[in-house]
């Protein structure tokens, strides 16, 4: 089992910053992938950033740029950094782990292929 807890949502006004964190318990190094996903009012889930082992990283077009996935191994925390939020980037953002699959690209932005997920955090952007 591995449990995950998101924190640093907020709200901000657009082109503003906000950095959200995952803090990852349990049987940790079992996993093989972690991401961050994102699901607006009425949308589906989409994937946002993913990260492996090796620090290999994918990102979304709509993001590429703007946030910066990272993580820190010792503290067995994901981050996500964000920059020049836009209003399109409103949402409830989730953290999410896999132990069956590896990231291996833009695969990886499935959540199909995750099987630990947190419990979410609001991000709101305002124009």
């Known amino acids: 089992q591995v449990q995950l807890v998101e924190s640093g949502g907020g709200s901000v006004q657009s082109g503003g910053s906000l950095r959200l964190s995952c803090a990852a318990s349990g049987y940790t190094y079992s996993t093989k992938c972690t991401g961050w996903f994102r699901q607006a009012p009425g949308k589906e889930r989409e994937g946002v950033a993913t990260i492996d082992s090796d620090r290999m990283t994918t990102y979304t077009d709509f993001v590429k740029g703007r946030f910066t996935i990272s993580q820190d191994s010792a503290k067995n925390t994901l981050y996500l950094q964000m920059n020049d939020l836009k209003p399109d980037d409103t949402a409830m953002y989730y953290c999410?782990?896999?132990?069956?699959?590896?990231?291996?690209?833009?695969?990886?932005?499935?959540?199909?292929?995750?099987?630990?997920w947190g419990q979410g955090t609001q991000v709101t952007v305002s124009s």
């Open positions: 999410a782990a896999s132990t069956d699959w590896g990231c291996f690209g833009i695969f990886s932005l499935r959540e199909d292929r995750y099987n630990y």
